[in-house]
């Protein structure tokens, strides 16, 4: 029978001893003390009176599911002093106001807890109730821990308190914390992904949270440092590629210099703000033309690449990839074109377009003066104020631009002249089509260099000239169409928007030179910033289409001219594509926009 006013037991020892050599006693319950002390064996039945588990017999002799009032005597009452033991002073129960459990028995208490936390007991899985002065009672039935998983547990923490300390945080290990039934937090999960984990592992060899940032930025080094020695070389195919900047470039920033257009020039075939672009290498003196030219040309394209990945900084998006990884598609002819320049103008009206109607709407002003294409990404705008903030901005920023252009520079609207000439290069659709029809004997056409590019003469081209005016009409009032039947507008219309009409355009032109791709290089990138764009088919076709516009010009481009079956397989397959991403890209955008929602 159990002595409901029998002494305390006296307070054991700092070290546990020797557990007994022939196993258990039979009266010994199992003990939750140091973990060094359960991974040996059973504690004796000195250390069932600390505050780690009741008393020896009492709790042994107690009737399942009441536990005697000496059973919830704590170790601070049995040691509260030597007078108090020797006189038998009977320990009362806990009440409301006991006192907290001594230092020492809360420090074993606090050991005995975190065990049990580390080799994961269902029953210590949720956190301690601190309210309670008294320590959790031992689960009786638990056989103890094995000794290799308390290693296992001690290896883990010891990995998480070095991941943690990198933020100046140590582990809230249970020898090291000095709080009250305080106990140690599990680690973190090293499943996941690196870059979702708190911690990292010894393996792991990027920082957490810049991993990305890094690939990224190494793989634009790598490609961008292979595009200089292509065009430092520049004897990939036919060759010349950098050519346009030595001599053509070079020429009109003389004639600018002088304070005009280059007049009657028909390789001039661009709206005045491009002088503000044929200019800019006056701006790093210490370079020759070229060296400045293309040191601008990777500026922007940085400029691209960071506004891309600030874009995407939630990780789930791919445009700054596409970007990156797409543009040495094209080889190193974006290094020796402007377009680069004009697509960075137009990425980044897209980008600040929704926060700032007003600014997008300039800088697609600014792209437009430059090349007339960028004037298409405002075709997307939420209608209400942001339509007329942006369109307002944009009106504005050309007037004020080709004013102030119109008085430093004589002959600003000869390009209209020079661009009105223009036939059917032998890399457009129409282009195609005539190259098949002189393959089997249906044409008797030929080529000739002409307003810079190599274009089509021959009977019947006036016909084709004006199907492509009327395939430029049509996407027009398509895109017209669609702006007024438009009900439903999502983050992703502006941009998906701008990309469908650039690539329409693109299409029905009488001229689709390589560079062409660079810009919608740079749209599906800003398209796929956004989760619910509805242009990844289309981007999918697009990026094998850069692919083989580089095949096509400078590699085979002796091939494209004599119309082998070499060179027409690559123009058909590469204008196949861009037909098909057209297409997908104008049902995609009429489906979100103006379609009505199934079901």
């Not at 190193?332 to 960075?344: E, S």
Request: hydrophobic letters at 50%; one cysteine or more; aromatic letters at 8%.
């Amino acid at each position: 029978m159990t002595n409901d006013h029998a002494p305390a037991p006296p307070e054991p020892p700092l070290t546990p001893p020797e557990p007994p050599t022939t196993g258990p006693s039979p009266e010994a319950a199992p003990t939750r003390a140091a973990p060094e002390a359960a991974a040996t064996g059973p504690a004796p039945e000195a250390t069932l009176g600390t505050g780690t588990g009741p008393a020896p017999e009492a709790a042994l002799d107690a009737p399942t599911g009441a536990a005697p009032e000496a059973a919830l005597v704590t170790a601070p009452e049995s040691a509260a002093g030597p007078a108090a033991s020797a006189a038998g002073a009977p320990p009362g129960p806990v009440t409301e106001g006991s006192p907290r459990p001594a230092p020492e028995a809360a420090r074993r208490a606090a050991l005995g807890a975190a065990s049990d936390t580390a080799t994961g007991s269902p029953a210590d899985a949720r956190p301690p109730d601190r309210s309670d002065p008294r320590p959790p009672a031992p689960d009786l039935d638990a056989p103890p821990p094995p000794a290799r998983t308390l290693r296992a547990a001690a290896l883990r923490r010891a990995r998480w308190a070095v991941g943690r300390g990198r933020s100046g945080r140590a582990a809230d290990g249970p020898a090291t914390t000095g709080s009250v039934g305080r106990t140690a937090a599990p680690p973190p999960s090293l499943t996941r992904s690196p870059f979702e984990s708190e911690a990292f592992t010894s393996a792991t060899f990027v920082a957490t949270g810049y991993g990305p940032q890094i690939a990224l930025a190494s793989v634009w080094l790598v490609t961008r440092l292979g595009m200089l020695v292509l065009l430092w070389r520049d004897s990939l195919g036919i060759g010349g590629v950098g050519r346009e900047v030595h001599v053509l470039y070079r020429l009109w920033y003389d004639r600018l210099a002088h304070g005009t257009f280059p007049p009657d020039d028909p390789t001039w075939q661009y709206p005045p703000g491009a002088a503000l672009v044929i200019g800019s290498p006056a701006a790093l003196p210490w370079f020759t033309y070229f060296q400045a030219f293309v040191a601008l040309v990777l500026l922007a394209d940085a400029v691209v690449t960071v506004a891309l990945a600030l874009a995407d900084s939630d990780r789930v998006t791919h445009g700054a990839w596409v970007w990156v990884c797409g543009l040495p598609l094209l080889l190193h002819i974006p290094l020796a074109r402007y377009d680069v320049q004009t697509t960075a103008v137009a990425v980044l009206a897209l980008l600040v377009l929704r926060a700032r109607p007003a600014l997008g709407g300039a800088l697609a002003g600014l792209g437009a003066l430059i090349k007339v294409w960028p004037a298409l990404t405002l075709i997307g705008t939420p209608r209400g104020r942001s339509t007329r903030e942006a369109w307002l901005a944009a009106c504005t920023t050309g007037v004020a631009l080709l004013i102030a252009l119109g008085v430093m520079f004589r002959h600003p609207l000869d390009f209209l002249v020079q661009q009105g000439a223009r036939g059917i290069q032998i890399e457009s659709l129409g282009g195609t089509a005539l190259a098949l029809a002189r393959a089997v004997g249906l044409w008797p056409g030929r080529v000739q260099y002409r307003y810079g590019a190599f274009e089509y003469v021959g009977p019947h081209i006036s016909y084709v000239e004006v199907l492509a005016l009327l395939a430029t009409l049509a996407a027009c009032c398509w895109l017209v169409v669609w702006r007024v039947r438009a009900r439903r507008w999502t983050a992703a219309t502006p941009l998906d928007a701008a990309f469908a009409a650039v690539l329409l355009f693109t299409l029905t032109s009488r001229v689709i030179s390589p560079q062409y791709l660079v810009w919608l290089l740079g749209l599906a990138a800003v398209c796929l910033t956004c989760r619910e764009t509805v242009m990844r088919p289309a981007v999918l076709l697009l990026l094998p289409a850069t692919a083989l516009s580089a095949l096509a010009y400078p590699v085979l481009y002796e091939d494209v001219l004599a119309g082998t079956p070499a060179g027409l397989a690559v123009m058909v397959a590469r204008n196949g594509l861009l037909l098909a991403a057209g297409f997908l890209a104008c049902r995609g955008l009429w489906r979100t926009s103006v379609s009505e929602p199934k079901g």
